[in-house]
């Protein structure tokens, strides 16, 4: 069975969201303090999927989060306020998946979790006519494995997040292609409509500082301004 784990301090919203995911198959660990759920999650094996509220008593979600990452790259949905626009992007920044903001329905959230569930068994976007039938292509410096899912640049493995490899991937399926923001968000995100422009803009910033690491004096995502990003051959800096 799937195993969900829950961390929400209000018992009326956790008492819901269990009740949910129970009834469409899902196992539920609830806890009400941050603390304690990551605890659990260091003991525990077999946790598919983290549904992190960001107003904790004991810590913020985002500390959670980051204290996750640490150690785990298991999905995670936070639960925002309302109108919180700003926790949604440090949310996302920070390692988040996916946002739910309160009040939700608690069949919006499982539709959530199954959407992401899904992605993670097929990592892989699209199957693009400019990509070979193995396993690996190389554009430019860059070296895809769809199957497992990784990017190296000069034969440097690059430590990406789902969303930076989605989108990588996505820029490389069709080379110096202007992409624009909601193709890349169409494209890569499980729910376009309730994602933010600046998602994209946030993966796009960290992508790049990532491949900045490996290759310090090339800029291979070009933006242009208005339409959206392409990748290139590595552009330099100005
Ligand atoms: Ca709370």
Redesign the pocket.
């Given at each position: 069975m799937t195993r969900i784990l829950l961390v929400?301090?209000?018992a009326a919203i956790a008492d819901t969201v269990v009740y949910a995911l129970e009834a469409d198959g899902f196992a539920v660990q609830w806890h009400r303090l941050g603390q304690e759920a990551l605890a659990y999650l260091q003991k525990a094996g077999d946790v598919a999927l983290v549904i992190l509220?960001v107003?904790?008593p004991d810590a913020s979600g985002f500390e959670i989060c980051k204290a996750i990452r640490r150690f785990s790259e298991v999905p995670i949905i936070f639960l925002t306020a309302r109108g919180e626009e700003l926790d949604r992007i440090i949310g996302l920044e920070i390692g988040g998946d996916d946002y739910v903001t309160k009040p939700f329905s608690p069949r919006e959230l499982v539709s959530r979790v199954r959407a992401i569930l899904r992605r993670i068994r097929e990592p892989v976007v699209q199957v693009s006519e400019t990509m070979s039938a193995g396993t690996t292509t190389t554009v430019f410096d860059f070296t895809v494995d769809e199957q497992r899912a990784t990017i190296t640049l000069h034969g440097h493995l690059l430590d990406l997040t789902r969303y930076e490899y989605l989108i990588l991937q996505y820029l490389l399926s069709q080379p110096e292609r202007v992409f624009t923001r909601d193709q890349i968000m169409n494209t890569v995100w499980t729910q376009p409509e309730t994602s933010l422009d600046r998602a994209v803009d946030t993966h796009i910033k960290s992508l790049r500082s990532k491949l900045r690491k490996v290759q310090p004096s090339r800029e291979y995502i070009k933006t242009h301004r208005g339409l959206g990003y392409s990748i290139g051959n590595a552009f330099h800096e100005p």
């Amino acid at each position: 069975m799937t195993r969900i784990l829950l961390v929400e301090d209000e018992a009326a919203i956790a008492d819901t969201v269990v009740y949910a995911l129970e009834a469409d198959g899902f196992a539920v660990q609830w806890h009400r303090l941050g603390q304690e759920a990551l605890a659990y999650l260091q003991k525990a094996g077999d946790v598919a999927l983290v549904i992190l509220d960001v107003g904790l008593p004991d810590a913020s979600g985002f500390e959670i989060c980051k204290a996750i990452r640490r150690f785990s790259e298991v999905p995670i949905i936070f639960l925002t306020a309302r109108g919180e626009e700003l926790d949604r992007i440090i949310g996302l920044e920070i390692g988040g998946d996916d946002y739910v903001t309160k009040p939700f329905s608690p069949r919006e959230l499982v539709s959530r979790v199954r959407a992401i569930l899904r992605r993670i068994r097929e990592p892989v976007v699209q199957v693009s006519e400019t990509m070979s039938a193995g396993t690996t292509t190389t554009v430019f410096d860059f070296t895809v494995d769809e199957q497992r899912a990784t990017i190296t640049l000069h034969g440097h493995l690059l430590d990406l997040t789902r969303y930076e490899y989605l989108i990588l991937q996505y820029l490389l399926s069709q080379p110096e292609r202007v992409f624009t923001r909601d193709q890349i968000m169409n494209t890569v995100w499980t729910q376009p409509e309730t994602s933010l422009d600046r998602a994209v803009d946030t993966h796009i910033k960290s992508l790049r500082s990532k491949l900045r690491k490996v290759q310090p004096s090339r800029e291979y995502i070009k933006t242009h301004r208005g339409l959206g990003y392409s990748i290139g051959n590595a552009f330099h800096e100005p």
